[in-house]
């Protein structure tokens, strides 16, 4: 029993002891910052941008002949949208000069490069035969994700591609405005545009194609079976729009002498 007191007793001692010897901390410095600053942030990691695709080889070639911005793709649902997109503005003359897309065109940058081609060796100098160079081009519709014709549910339309072009109206430099679907337009004129049209696109609507273009021409780079291409457009003249009288009924009276 004694034992095991002395033995308590030794080891009480041995912690008091060793307590002791335990240094304390040093007293804070009167100049020390009251506030102790944290440590800095961990960085974001950040995704690592992409990178724009090169441009493709017509969008090297364009600017040869228009003015055009390239412009990222246009991503859109049901099946529209474009991988090669530009934002057509202008495009240039065999003279130096430019004929204006008002408002500018978003399109496939090869139907960009046809439309540009069809402006300055086709249209341009049909247009000059009206009096004047040709300043700009009306573009009535580009691209727009939507169904043919607007009808809802129809196949997509081209223009849902980036592959077609509405034209309304062509405006000389002399500021008089013509519209390729009006009967007041020199017949000659409208004829040669339709042809140019119908020589360079795969599809080509105007007035008494489908009762959907009677105030514009579509134009666009459909791709069909074995070729397959569209030329819808009635180059009228004034007097048949005029509606014939209807014929006499056969019950009506004798005319009189």
């Not at 000659?188 to 042809?195: F, Q, S």
């Amino acid at each position: 029993m004694h034992a095991a007191l002395l033995i308590a007793a030794l080891l009480a001692l041995a912690a008091e002891a060793a307590a002791q010897s335990v240094p304390l901390p040093r007293a804070r410095p009167a100049d020390a910052p009251q506030t102790i600053p944290l440590p800095p942030l961990r960085p974001a990691i950040l995704p690592t941008p992409t990178e724009p695709p090169p441009p493709s080889a017509c969008q090297i070639r364009l600017p040869d002949i228009a003015a055009a911005e390239i412009i990222p793709p246009v991503i859109g649902t049901n099946g529209c949208g474009i991988d090669d997109a530009v934002k057509l503005s202008a495009v240039k003359t065999r003279d130096n000069g430019r004929i204006a897309i008002a408002p500018p065109a978003t399109l496939r940058c090869s139907t960009a490069e046809a439309i540009a081609h069809w402006l300055r060796d086709d249209v341009a100098p049909i247009a000059a035969t009206l009096g004047a160079p040709l300043a700009s081009v009306t573009n009535f519709a580009a691209y727009e994700c939507r169904g043919r014709n607007r009808v809802v549910g129809a196949l997509i339309s081209e223009h849902g591609k980036g592959n077609a072009l509405d034209i309304r109206a062509l405006t000389l430099a002399n500021g008089k405005h013509y519209e390729p679907t009006d009967v007041a337009v020199s017949k000659d004129a409208r004829e040669r545009l339709k042809a140019s049209a119908c020589a360079r696109f795969s599809t080509v609507l105007g007035p008494a194609s489908d009762g959907y273009h009677e105030n514009h021409v579509h134009v666009d780079l459909a791709e069909r079976r074995s070729g397959y291409r569209i030329c819808q457009w009635a180059v009228r003249d004034a007097a048949e729009l005029i509606p014939l009288p209807r014929e006499r009924p056969a019950e009506a009276p004798p005319r009189e002498p």
